[in-house]
């Protein structure tokens, strides 16, 4: 199936909104920013990784769209988080959707998962998502149709094997979109997150590489295919755009069924 920007009905559109995307030089980010930036939308990309951030701006530059620019930032860091989206504002001239995709993963059950792993990716996952919204969400209040799209995980709904600091985190992230949705519908702001299964990206390129991994996680998705990045982008500008504007609190499975169990 093609894509063209042209064919996106006016309430897909992102026309004169402007985004402020966390983890953006990552796998699913830079599907991300590309699909915003064709859906019309201006873009401030935050990741800690300079040199994919200056390389995922050359592309998106080399085409013709939106502003866009690049702020490199550690989401865990206070500081680093409320310049970003201070320079953010300033550059795009305010911001009406922020999209939280930094994360890491780790294997690992309750045993044997060391104590500073879990620490580390409650820290990204966790608190990095709740800065970037605590700092931001005083622009989207200014906005009125703000809207807040997270990447939690098919592991927050299964639980799953291997995964208990990964797990964890990303089940604080469904409480925390369910808990922004309530706080903040009053000022028009929407909160959603995406919960997907295997996406093929960097962050499952060990796996990619490990053949019983891709047996296990084809037998455990019901549909006969695993995820894109694309995938996700797409569901994405559905929670972005005026096409859900009735939408708030939904942590949807974008799964290929895995949630189901078989
Ligand atoms: N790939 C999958 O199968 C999958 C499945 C479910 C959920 N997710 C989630 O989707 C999101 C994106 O994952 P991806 O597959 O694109 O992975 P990825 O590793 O390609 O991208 C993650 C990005 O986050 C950035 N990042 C990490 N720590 C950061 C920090 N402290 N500050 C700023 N940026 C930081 C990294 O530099 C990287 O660019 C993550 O939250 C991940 O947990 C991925």
């Not at 490199?72 to 300033?90: K, P």
């Not at 969400?137 to 600091?165: F, K, M």
Request: charged share 20%.
């Amino acid at each position: 199936m093609t894509r063209s920007s042209r064919s996106l009905p006016a309430r897909f559109r992102l026309d004169g909104r402007r985004t402020l995307l966390t983890g953006a030089a990552g796998g699913i980010g830079e599907a991300i920013a590309k699909t915003f930036r064709e859906a019309g939308s201006s873009l401030a990309l935050i990741d800690l990784d300079s040199a994919r951030l200056k390389s995922l701006l050359r592309s998106l530059e080399s085409s013709s769209g939106p502003p866009v620019f690049a702020i490199r930032a550690n989401v865990t860091r206070e500081r680093d988080v409320a310049r970003a989206v201070r320079e953010a504002a300033a550059k795009l001239g305010g911001i009406d959707i922020v999209v939280n995709a930094a994360g890491i993963t780790a294997k690992g059950d309750v045993a044997s998962t060391d104590p500073a792993v879990w620490r580390r990716l409650l820290d990204i996952n966790v608190t990095g998502t709740f800065l970037t919204c605590h700092a931001a969400v005083p622009y989207l209040r200014r906005a009125r149709d703000g809207a807040i799209v997270t990447i939690s995980s098919v592991y927050s709904l299964i639980g799953g094997q291997n995964r208990a600091a990964y797990s964890t985190s990303k089940g604080a992230l469904d409480a925390l979109t369910r808990s922004m949705a309530a706080d903040l519908a009053k000022d028009g702001i929407r909160v959603n997150a995406v919960n997907p299964g295997f996406v093929r990206s960097p962050m499952t390129a060990p796996s990619l590489r490990d053949p019983t991994a891709m047996r296990f996680f084809r037998s455990a998705t019901p549909l006969p295919w695993l995820g894109d990045p694309q995938d996700v982008a797409d569901a994405i500008l559905y929670f972005a755009a005026p096409a859900s504007r009735f939408v708030t609190g939904v942590c949807m499975a974008l799964d290929g069924g895995r949630a189901l169990g078989r």
